[in-house]
């Protein structure tokens, strides 16, 4: 395993095989499911994971579809049903990138063989939070009715406060890849991206 | 250089692939709880719902309640009202947690009703309790009352029996005053399958027609039963000023006149409430039962206008239009 940085490039230039790949692969059937994607990087063939601790902290991972760390520590690659839904209908409509890149953020330092945590979705998380803190002040309201109204303002406020703090987390995308034949360079694709929070 | 096979995909899609190996998000820490708690919830309205539809009705308080029995009934409609809503909710919100439970997703409005769900079980439970107390309550205020009366009859028995003639007779006149009372309280002939006996004594007179069952309200009163009732009024007016006339001899006293003329009114002015209701409502059965009962209490004044002693010898009891009575308002 490599740690390699993966950048936006500024001034993009496929070479015509690159770019004829890219609109046969890519572009064309994306653009006749309605969808425009565009090309983002072109660099060298990456190593399966490849690991980046940026200064402010955290691990960014960069990995094939086939060779993730994190989905395989969790179990699976998780996404958003509708991401899903929208990915599938690419891929059956005829995208066919040559490689898939999967990013990761984690908030701690991690290295391979660290465990893991699980990550939810962030919406999801908040309102579970919410939920069970509306619920557990109902069951102490009818426990104690003095208190009940009371705990149920102060638990309300704190589970949103809770809620809004959890937002600042980690970014999942997905890259679909197209393959230069004559440079071997890879041009990078946007696919999907998504929000997810982590349980650090 | 490259990292990857040359053909690309190995024969196979590498996205099919990724795709194949991609799953939803599982439910977060406490989704699980939230779903049960919720459950617990519908659980809850299923209880408040039970206990809200077993409130008693009128008639069935009627039978525990001396005082305002119908106007604890009235309240109770209220409270018992409520039981097909809280059925209502607590199948909707059943088969909602079912459906968030089985996606296992949970949006703003699903986490919403999750949270809501406790709280009405608690609203609807309160609810439901609440009924129950006031019928609590208001057997036991009967009961304090009966207690109250068995107390001042113990005491008046002691009274007596040390030789405290006066205050024995007169604690004992206001141990039957209140029996009296209680029994005319909320009094329903329509529930009268078998009249209760006359007060101070056994009647001799035939028991009285049973009343018609119920039937749907006329719109408006019969003009028929609204000039028998007035003739009825009037004749019971003359009849309790008929009463003044008779003669009571000892042992019979001055507060036995009294207790039974104050009795006599009671009952006649009881009796002209239930006709209003009758007439309106169309039950002749009531009318019938009130004449015979007015024929009852003349009866026993002419008998005793006759002969004042008659009622003590026969009944030893002093003479009572409302003993004569075979049913009591």
């Known amino acids: ?43 060298e063939p990456p190593p399966p994971v490849s690991i980046l601790h940026p200064p402010q902290g955290g691990t960014w991972i960069a990995t094939r579809h086939d060779s993730d760390p994190v989905a395989a520590a969790r ?42 945590p699980p990550a939810f979705l962030p919406g999801e998380s ?56 004559q440079t071997g360079l890879i041009g990078w694709v946007p696919l999907g991206a998504w929000d997810e929070q982590s349980a650090e | 250089m490259s990292n990857l096979p040359s053909s690309g995909h190995g024969g196979g899609s590498a996205f099919a692939d990724f795709l194949s190996r991609v799953r939803p998000y599982p439910p977060p820490p406490g ?62 919100g059943g088969a909602a947690v079912a459906v968030i439970a089985s996606r296992r997703r949970l949006g703003d409005a699903a986490g919403g009703l999750l949270a809501a769900l406790p709280m009405m079980a608690m609203v609807a439970v309160a609810w439901s309790v609440i009924g129950w107390l006031i019928v609590v309550a208001a057997m036991l205020l009967t009961l304090v009352l009966l207690l109250l009366l068995f107390a001042l009859m113990v005491a008046a028995g002691l009274r007596l029996l040390v030789g405290d003639f006066g205050g024995g007779l007169l604690l004992l006149l206001v141990v039957l005053a209140g029996a009296s009372w209680l029994s005319t309280l909320d009094s329903d002939p329509r529930l009268a399958e078998n009249p209760p006996q006359a007060q101070a004594g056994g009647s001799p007179s035939a ?82 039962r009130a004449v015979h009962n007015v024929e009852q209490v003349e009866k026993e004044r002419q008998r005793a206008l006759a002969d004042p002693t008659w009622s003590y010898e026969q009944y030893e009891r002093c003479p009572s239009g409302v003993g004569a009575m075979g049913y009591l308002w």
């Open chain 2, 31 to 92: 989704f699980w709880i939230a779903v049960l708690r919720a459950l617990g919830g519908v659980l809850g309205l299923i209880i408040a719902g039970i206990l809200a539809a077993a409130l008693p009705t009128t008639e069935a308080l009627r039978e525990h309640v001396a005082i305002g029995a119908g106007e604890v009934g009235q309240v109770l409609e209220v409270f018992r009202a409520a039981a097909p809503a809280f059925f209502v909710a607590a199948v909707a």
């Open chain 1, 1 to 43: 395993m490599h740690s390699q940085e993966l950048r936006p490039q500024a001034d993009l230039r496929p070479a015509p095989a690159l770019r004829q790949r890219l609109e046969r692969q890519v572009f064309a059937p994306a653009r006749q499911l309605g969808e425009e994607l565009a090309l983002v990087a072109i660099t």
């Open chain 2, 207 to 288: 028991p009285p027609a049973e009343p018609e069952r119920s039937a749907p309200a006329p719109a408006t009163p019969d003009p028929a039963l609204t000039r028998q009732r007035i003739a009825l009024e009037a004749r019971i007016t003359s009849e309790v000023a008929a009463w003044h006339e008779v003669r009571y001899v000892p042992p019979c006293t001055r507060e036995d006149r009294r207790f039974e003329l104050g009795t006599l009114k009671e009952q006649f002015r009881a009796m002209k409430r239930q006709l209003r209701i009758a007439e309106r409502e169309g039950r002749r059965g009531w009318f019938d």
């Open chain 1, 75 to 116: 179990g699976a690659l998780h996404a958003p049903e509708k991401e899903i839904k929208r990915l599938t209908h690419l891929q059956r409509g005829g995208v066919d990138p040559d490689v898939i890149l999967v990013g990761h953020e984690l908030r701690s330092r991690w290295k391979p063989g660290d465990p893991v």
């Open chain 1, 126 to 181: 908040s309102t579970v939070g919410r939920v069970l803190d509306v619920q557990a002040a109902t069951i102490e309201a009818a426990r104690g009715l003095l208190r009940a109204m009371r705990r149920i303002g102060i638990g309300l406020g704190a589970a949103a406060a809770v809620g809004l703090a959890n937002l600042a987390f980690v970014d999942p995308f997905v890259l679909g890849g197209v393959r230069d034949p």
